[in-house]
């Protein structure tokens, strides 16, 4: 049971710099099927074929709405060949998507029709469909209007099914306060509730912000084992930064917090900095732009194999290794 949250801490507090989630990465064993699922049954689209800028032998696929919209993306290295991974502690367990108020019965059938197993439940009285992808990674569908923010993609969906983008990740830690304080100090987050049970430890934190992605739960449970990393496994959670300025000035956090960052990376279509939270979840803090129409026009997206300008030589030798999609 959720205990009462201070739903207008946001509207008084000016240290909200981080407003949701920018994009979560996972492992794909299979990139094909792995496209099938998120373009065909969920119905995002494909809107960025790259590589693992740090390890080229990886297709890097980002799916999301028409724009790749911050906040709507989730994307997959491919890993295959590997072994499948172990949730537990020091990992994100579960990733949840927004829909439309009223549409979990379509998705329900949808998933059905697809011989998909699912079940129905309710989280703060919102219906939430949850759901494995082809890898086993855990998915939630959760009733929450967010329209307007997001563009959508309508080929497969109308507007009234679509999902509209990221609304939660759920992290399975091994100190719940540690990980909190990051999301509080840094990213200026607050807590919304929270539940105990001998055992078993839940926090919600919000970013008060009506953006995509904007929540995150924070688990302990005493029996958990530790995550082994494999296919079905988030790699990283990626936050939203308003721009340089608003990721240098987290940046500062981090490091005021005793913890350690990598440097600025340039990933093209936005710029990072990653580092561990004290129960080892891989944060990235990536901007808002350039964004996805950088190297190719919003009509395109997704259509050619983009890489960056240091593996641009290498483009044969690199597209011959990488699986088929
Ligand atoms: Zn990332």
Not at 97 to 122: K, N, Q, V, Y
Not at 160 to 171: K, Q, Y
Not at 289 to 307: H, I, M, Q
Request: overall charge negative.
């Amino acid at each position: 049971m959720w205990l009462t949250g201070c739903e207008s801490h946001a509207m008084s507090c000016p240290m909200t710099q981080c407003i949701g989630l920018h994009h979560v990465t996972a492992l794909s064993g299979n990139i094909r099927r792995t496209h099938d699922f998120y373009t065909r049954v969920l119905g995002l689209r494909l809107v960025k074929k790259t590589v693992n800028f740090d390890d080229a032998a990886s297709w890097h696929l980002y799916f999301g709405d028409t724009t790749g919209t911050p906040g709507t993306l989730i994307t997959f290295f491919s890993w295959e060949d590997t072994r499948a991974g172990q949730p537990g502690f020091g990992e994100t367990v579960a990733v949840s998507f927004s829909i439309p108020p009223g549409s979990a019965p379509f998705w329900a059938e949808r998933l059905s029709d697809e011989g998909i197993a699912c079940a129905l439940d309710h989280d703060a009285k919102a219906p939430v469909i949850a759901l494995h992808d082809p890898d086993g990674l855990a998915l939630e569908l959760v009733e929450h209007d967010i329209t307007g923010l997001t563009h959508p993609h309508l080929d497969e969906l109308s507007p009234d099914h679509a999902i509209t983008g990221l609304h939660a990740a759920t992290l399975l830690v091994s100190d719940v306060e540690a990980t909190a304080r990051v999301l509080m100090d840094v990213f200026g987050w607050y807590e919304t509730g929270r539940s105990e049970l001998p055992g078993f430890e839940r926090m919600r934190l919000q970013s008060g912000a009506k953006a995509q992605g904007a929540q995150i739960d924070l688990l302990r449970a005493a029996n958990a084992p530790q995550a082994k990393r494999g296919t079905g496994s988030v790699h990283h959670l990626a936050f939203r930064a308003a721009d340089e300025a608003a990721q240098s000035a987290m940046v500062a956090e981090i490091r005021r917090a005793g913890l350690e960052t990598t440097p600025v990376l340039d990933r093209t279509y936005f710029k990072s900095i990653y580092f561990r939270e004290p129960s080892g979840v891989l944060f990235e803090i990536a901007t808002d732009a350039p964004g996805f129409t950088v190297d190719e026009n919003v009509e395109r997206l997704g259509e050619s194999v983009k890489l960056p300008a240091n593996l641009q030589d290498k483009r044969e030798v690199i597209l011959a290794k990488l699986p088929e999609i």
